[in-house]
């Protein structure tokens, strides 16, 4: 059977200038001879202001905007239903006034094995994540691309022993600071 494509899961967005993956996480579909997400990948069809190299999608220059883009699924063998997919292609602004601690949480705090952090703001693009400890000293550092208004991203802790940490979101250059206890 061919998978079934309904719906894209979260507004999607990228900064103009940037580029934007499509992966079928980011969208509500099914297939009844196939239930794992290893298997679909996004298949992306020529439109307006865009160029895309396989589920890779980059806006025409200085584009700002809504993207209209059809797009399937495929499960290796077969194709499902063509969607629409939006796509908001934001100006470059000022990420100051994007990231703020209001934008950001941290959960659940206290903590034992895993530390979430939420990201909810209208920045798309690279966010560095850093773990200190009460010191000051780096722990662990990994940087992610954001293309949704929320992103929520795990951390595994369980090798930290007991004590006070610090959790830094860095995006291009402002970093927001918050405190936390394992």
Do not use: C, H, W
Request: a negative charge; proline letters at 4%; aromatic letters at 8%.
């Amino acid at each position: 059977d061919q998978p079934v494509l309904e719906s894209v899961r979260s507004e999607l967005m990228v900064t103009s200038g940037e580029s934007i993956r499509l992966l079928s996480e980011q969208f509500v579909f099914s297939d009844p001879d196939n239930q794992s997400l290893l298997d679909f990948s996004v298949i992306i069809s020529e439109g307006d202001n865009y160029t895309f190299e396989g589920d890779e999608l980059t806006p025409v220059v200085d584009f700002t905007g809504t993207l209209n883009v059809p797009v399937k699924i495929s499960d290796g063998i077969t194709e499902s239903n063509e969607i629409i997919a939006s796509i908001t292609v934001n100006k470059v602004t000022d990420a100051s006034q994007s990231i703020t601690s209001n934008t950001i949480k941290l959960f659940p705090v206290p903590t034992n094995d895993l530390i979430n952090v939420r990201l909810n703001n209208q920045y798309s693009g690279t966010v560095k994540f850093t773990i200190l400890d009460q010191a000051g000293r780096q722990i662990r550092t990994m940087t992610s691309r954001k293309n949704t208004r929320e992103m929520n991203q795990p951390f595994d802790i369980r090798e930290f022993i007991q004590g006070v940490y610090y959790f830094e979101v860095q995006v291009e250059g402002f970093v927001v600071r918050k405190r936390f206890v394992k």
